[in-house]
């Protein structure tokens, strides 16, 4: 008897547990992200406990900021959701936010979440709730009248049942007009802080929102499973054991059966997917294929009455070795022998730490910038490259930067010109291989017009501008723009070859210019009057009506030009083979505006009808400064001055290379590093100096 009635007792207690039912968290939002990363801007809406989605009502749109700071455990990780973007004042849309839940398995509904509304946000917010999953009833009015502070908000649905065993419930919280909230005061929503004015940039943030319901006595709740952080790893890699735990009401947790889909089973097979682990604690190893991409990978926990949850993560796979990432770098100039500015520019490889990633370089031209020349600087990801011409050379360099990862390369190249002296604004002796002007000066060069870039082309060491072709290029002036009232005047200088008798009417191929403006027009063309077989140049200011001729020519004869282009006046001068400027010149004679220049460009149009050749091109601020070998040099004087056992060397213009030779007859060399004055020591062998025009 004694035993019988002890029986009897525990099973009264056991049906008044059962019968009290167990409260639960059916789902939980923290809105945290999955792997903690210590920015509250960043998140995730899955539920962090339990299964359910979230979702955004109406014009409503969200973003992840600081979260609630008391009822949120994660103090450094901790995210709220931010709603903003509701609807006008008076309108009768409404905005929110909207959770789905299936509460199969549970009764005695209640729906608890922190929200911290801003001054301007709407007071007043309406709970709804469905059954269905898309026809909703109202339920409770929220009223928050405190801003920018986290307030605990509860709704409890326990009265009715038809929120319990229910696999279609949701509800939405959605902003309400004062009129439907309070039975009066206006139809329109009104803000949260007295004397504020309601605004559609208003917020409502959300944090903590969790469902809760009792268990139903005999009832088959759906298991639960955490989730899992999304993974990267390269081909053929493993993740590793990744630790997840599973629960469920009714059943022991090793009673528990997993399974897994993939959703690109090329990139992740299902074969790859591996589960461990026991009871609650379960771990998964995903291993990828031979295939870079991504996949999402469902993990199902089922329990015995059939019940499913699930949880989905990505993986990302990378090739087995990613090349390395190296920025651009500016292109540079200096003058003769000096060398560059350090010039930075960055390097990165995902594998691999910056710090060990080795960079080498190659010049294109090194009779110029020889690749000893090139030193690197910097550290990390933060890396600089100085260049120092040889002595005595002008030209440009074509420079080629490259980052190793030990296995991957990459590359970048830019373009280092090196002038005359300070007062070449530009030069270029179009010392590439035949091709592509943009790609082989390494962009020195700019394509400004023309729907193929890259067609201009360089051939034999020079510059083809033909009427075949139709991009236009533009040189950018070193101290650009150079400004109207700056007193400036610019010289530009070239060698010309016309292959092939251009049209009758002439048309320009080469001028200054300010974007798309041009000015000092330089023209082409074979008229009436000229002697058979010849063309003549013509120049002009701005406009083709009133060109004024600067000279004839004949196809396959070289001959140098120099242009001269007075800013302020917009006056235009051009030079056919001049020895000095006091040779006599042609002088545009249309009117135009003074503008700024920036560049100057070459043109090539079906309307010049001809091909021709340019080399040695000068840009300068005056006229000794590109006449080098690019006309008749103007002599310049080297004197020699006897000090002790030490010859000094001076001469007046910078532009002039000095050499030196151990015969009167050659071969002469440049002098590394000389400058006026220069001091030469006196010694036993015999040295003869000269200068050379750059």
Known sequence: ???????????????????SGRAATIAQWNFNSPTPDTSTSSGTTAPSTGSGTAALVGTTTASFVSGDPISDPAPTDNSGWSTAGYPAATSPNRGGVRFDVDTTGYENISISWFQRNSATA??????????????????????????????????????????????????????????????????????????????????????????????????????????????????????????????????????????????????????????????????????AGSQPGSSIITVYVIDTGGRISSTSFTVTVLPANTVPVISAISR???????????????????????????LSAVSANTLLVPNANIVFGGSGNERTVT??????????????????????????????????????????????????????????????????????????????????????????????????????VLYAAFKLTVLSLPKLVPDYFAHFASGTTHRGRIYVGAPTNAAPGSLRLYVSNATDANTVTAGDLHTNTPCTIVLRYNIDDAASTLWLNPASESDPGATAADLTNAISISSFNFRQDSACGATVLVDDLKVGLSFAAVAGRNGTPIPVTLLAQHNASKLVLTWSDPSFSLQAAPAITGTYANVPGATSPYTNAIGASTRFFRLKAN
């Open 332 to 358: 540079t100039n200096t003058t003769v022998n000096t060398a560059t500015p350090a010039i930075g520019f960055t390097v990165s490889d995902l594998e691999t730490p910056a710090a060990d990633l080795t």
């Open 387 to 488: 260049i120092t011409p040889a002595g005595g050379q002008t030209g440009v360099a074509p420079v080629t930067v490259t980052v190793s990862d030990g296995i991957n390369t990459a590359s970048s190249s830019f373009a280092v010109m090196v002038t005359p002296s300070p007062s070449v604004l530009f030069y270029d002796p179009f010392n590439y291989g035949n091709g592509s002007l943009l790609t082989n000066s390494a962009f020195l060069w700019d394509h400004r017009s023309g729907t193929i870039m890259g067609e201009c082309q360089v051939t034999n060491g020079a510059l083809q501008v033909t009427a075949a072709q139709a991009e236009d290029v533009s040189a950018t002036l070193v101290g650009a723009p150079y400004l109207k009232g700056s007193n400036t």
């Open 122 to 287: 709407s007071r007043y917010g309406r709970l709804q709730y469905t059954v269905d999953g898309s026809n909703f009833t109202d339920a409770d009015v929220i009223s928050i009248t405190t801003s920018n502070v986290f307030t605990s908000e509860t709704v409890n649905l326990a009265s009715n049942p038809a929120v319990a065993n229910a696999p279609a419930f949701g509800f939405r919280i959605v902003d309400e007009w004062e009129s439907t909230a309070t039975g009066s005061g206006s139809a329109a929503y009104v803000a949260t802080r007295t004397g504020s004015t309601y605004s559609t940039s208003g917020t409502w943030r959300f944090d903590m929102v969790t469902i809760s319901g009792d268990v139903i006595p005999g009832a088959n709740t759906p298991p639960s499973i955490s989730s899992l952080s999304d993974q990267t790893i390269r081909v053929n890699q493993s993740s590793g054991d990744l630790p997840f735990t599973v629960d469920d009401a009714e059943d022991s947790a090793w009673a528990l059966l997993l399974d897994v889909a993939s959703s690109n089973p090329s990139v992740i097979p299902a074969g790859n997917i591996a589960f461990g682990g026991s009871d609650r604690s379960r771990k998964v190893n995903v291993t």
């Open 1 to 19: 008897m004694k035993k019988a009635f002890l029986l009897n007792v525990v099973a009264v207690a056991l049906l008044a547990l059962l019968g």
